[in-house]
């Protein structure tokens, strides 16, 4: 199932984004999707990921700030982002977390998130 991004864009510090993870196929048989971010530079990190059931992880630095929702018949998983920072600001990709967790990810199309005054 490839999983691709968007709803990125420019927003100001304490504002709101949606981003959405759209799949190819039906997404009701992968256990938990996550939702990472890569800033400048850096790696891809975790932020927040949801299971089939429903139940939400979250990063610390995007608790209470950030909140994830599955939609298993839309096939689409997005993340509500509120009261954003500057260091929110970097690349967003959504991905398998069973699959991310084998190694060698194969990320797909990622999506520009710019906080900024």
């Known amino acids: 199932v490839q999983l691709q991004a968007s709803g990125g864009g420019l927003v100001q510090p304490g504002g709101s984004l949606t981003l959405s993870c759209t799949a190819s196929?039906?997404?009701?048989?992968?256990?938990?999707i996550g939702w990472f971010h890569q800033a400048p530079g850096k790696h891809h990190d975790l932020v927040s990921a949801?299971?089939?059931?429903?139940?939400?992880n979250y990063a610390d630095s995007v608790r209470g700030r950030f909140t994830i929702s599955r939609d298993n018949a839309k096939n689409t998983v997005n993340l509500q982002m509120n009261n954003m920072k500057s260091e929110d600001t970097g690349v967003y990709y959504c991905?398998?977390?069973?699959?991310?967790?084998?190694?060698?990810?194969?990320w797909g199309q990622g999506t520009q998130v710019t906080v900024s005054s």
């Open positions: 991905a398998d977390i069973a699959e991310w967790r084998r190694g060698d990810y194969r």
């Open positions: 196929e039906s997404i009701s048989a992968i256990t938990a």
């Open positions: 949801i299971t089939r059931s429903g139940s939400e």
